[in-house]
């Protein structure tokens, strides 16, 4: 198969940042992908409507003329988040998730929770109003190995989770190991998984190949192959559980290229070819379309974007860098380098 036509996809996880760097990274998933959840760990978090809403407005602004895209906003669950106001943004069409956090897992997550029990108020009110739960599943314990920490979320708090709120639905944010690809296949209907194109393309082996590649560190870390072959597995299957959601985080390459370096891959600009690279791998081409525009809708109860589009085999190079006017680069996933499909 050397041409593929399929419904214009959704992005259900990427990071735009704020200010200078979110203007310059926006346009790319806005030309790729019809809607997106917008992840709220900003500076200071996106933790209430109205900032959602203020959020949208300059995502918006920065949205190339000509080209259809909407921001789908979400709030970062912090301790003291206040259901009513959860509960009234999703009703008025502002918010259309909650993002848990685990204090201290990941970039800007500072002011996450500390406890389920600390938010049981907010999830009873998610429950009933049929608010979808997006988790970054990862234990933050220091003596638990970071290769480890999903495995875990999943045994010692997703578990207990799902058993204590049957009613709500759950979205397993970027699953990496085999033992999240399970729990979401045990919980189908109202569980489901986003997986980003790093962990379908590479394992843990990637990160030093050559030497340190710091603009392949993200969190969850990348793991084992095993847990790789597993990501791929689910997400070729066809069954609907897991969708595309690239988990597209950009830092400046200063961040990246430090002795602390930031973590998050940045791959808005070549997302499509790098899930389209993994499905071709998997002679799975005729099922891509599930997994990019048709399994994210279908769970979260929205229309599947009526716009075809089409890409086929034919090789391109990608930049090195994208350029942040007044700040520095991004480096994208696979710059320098060159893709083999390319958008019709």
């Given at each position: 198969?050397?041409?593929l036509t399929?419904?214009?996809?959704?992005?259900?996880?990427?990071?735009?940042?704020?200010?200078?760097?979110?203007?310059?990274?926006?346009?790319?998933?806005?030309?790729?992908?019809?809607?997106?959840?917008?992840?709220?760990?900003?500076?200071?978090?996106?933790?209430?409507?109205?900032?959602?809403?203020?959020?949208?407005?300059?995502?918006?602004?920065?949205?190339?003329?000509?080209?259809?895209?909407?921001?789908?906003?979400?709030?970062?669950?912090?301790?003291?988040?206040?259901?009513?106001?959860?509960?009234?943004?999703?009703?008025?069409?502002?918010?259309?998730?909650?993002?848990?956090?685990?204090?201290?897992?990941?970039?800007?997550?500072?002011?996450?929770?500390?406890?389920?029990?600390?938010?049981?108020?907010?999830?009873?009110?998610?429950?009933?109003?049929?608010?979808?739960?997006?988790?970054?599943?990862?234990?933050?314990?220091?003596?638990?190995?970071?290769?480890?920490?999903?495995?875990?979320?999943?045994?010692?708090?997703?578990?207990?989770?799902?058993?204590?709120?049957?009613?709500?639905?759950?979205?397993?944010?970027h699953v990496?190991?085999?033992?999240?690809?399970?729990?979401v296949k045990?919980?189908?209907?109202?569980?489901?998984?986003?997986?980003?194109?790093?962990?379908?393309?590479?394992?843990?082996?990637?990160?030093?190949?050559?030497?340190?590649?710091?603009?392949?560190?993200?969190?969850?870390?990348?793991?084992?192959?095993?847990?790789?072959?597993?990501?791929?597995?689910?997400?070729?299957?066809?069954?609907?559980?897991?969708?595309?959601?690239?988990?597209?985080?950009?830092?400046?390459?200063?961040?990246?290229?430090?002795?602390?370096?930031?973590?998050?891959?940045?791959?808005?600009?070549?997302?499509?070819?790098?899930?389209?690279?993994?499905?071709?791998?998997?002679?799975?081409?005729?099922?891509?379309?599930?997994?990019?525009?048709?399994?994210?809708?279908?769970?979260?109860?929205?229309?599947?974007?009526?716009?075809?589009?089409?890409?086929?085999?034919?090789?391109?190079?990608?930049?090195?860098?994208?350029?942040?006017?007044?700040?520095?680069?991004?480096?994208?996933?696979?710059?320098?380098?060159?893709?083999?499909?390319?958008?019709?």
């Amino acid at each position: 198969m050397t041409r593929l036509t399929f419904h214009r996809p959704d992005d259900w996880h990427v990071h735009f940042r704020d200010g200078d760097p979110m203007r310059a990274v926006v346009p790319f998933t806005a030309r790729a992908f019809g809607r997106a959840i917008v992840m709220p760990n900003l500076t200071p978090p996106v933790t209430t409507t109205a900032l959602a809403a203020a959020y949208r407005e300059r995502i918006l602004a920065a949205v190339p003329e000509g080209v259809t895209f909407t921001p789908l906003m979400t709030a970062y669950l912090t301790d003291g988040s206040d259901p009513a106001d959860i509960v009234a943004g999703h009703a008025d069409g502002v918010l259309t998730a909650v993002k848990l956090y685990p204090a201290h897992a990941t970039t800007n997550s500072q002011f996450g929770v500390t406890s389920i029990a600390a938010v049981r108020p907010v999830l009873a009110a998610m429950e009933k109003a049929g608010m979808p739960l997006l988790i970054h599943g990862e234990v933050t314990r220091a003596e638990v190995d970071v290769f480890d920490r999903e495995a875990r979320f999943v045994e010692e708090v997703l578990l207990p989770l799902l058993a204590d709120f049957p009613g709500l639905k759950v979205v397993l944010e970027h699953v990496t190991t085999a033992e999240g690809v399970a729990v979401v296949k045990a919980h189908a209907g109202r569980m489901a998984g986003t997986i980003t194109p790093q962990h379908l393309l590479y394992d843990r082996n990637a990160l030093f190949k050559g030497g340190i590649r710091p603009h392949l560190y993200c969190l969850p870390i990348l793991k084992r192959s095993t847990h790789k072959l597993a990501l791929r597995a689910a997400a070729t299957a066809g069954d609907g559980l897991f969708f595309l959601g690239t988990d597209t985080a950009p830092h400046l390459k200063h961040t990246k290229e430090t002795a602390c370096g930031c973590a998050g891959v940045f791959s808005a600009p070549t997302a499509i070819e790098a899930y389209l690279s993994v499905f071709e791998e998997e002679g799975a081409l005729d099922r891509f379309e599930i997994f990019a525009s048709l399994a994210g809708p279908a769970f979260y109860g929205l229309p599947v974007n009526p716009e075809r589009v089409t890409w086929e085999k034919r090789s391109r190079p990608v930049a090195e860098a994208i350029e942040v006017p007044g700040a520095g680069e991004i480096v994208p996933l696979f710059g320098g380098e060159t893709v083999a499909w390319s958008p019709v």
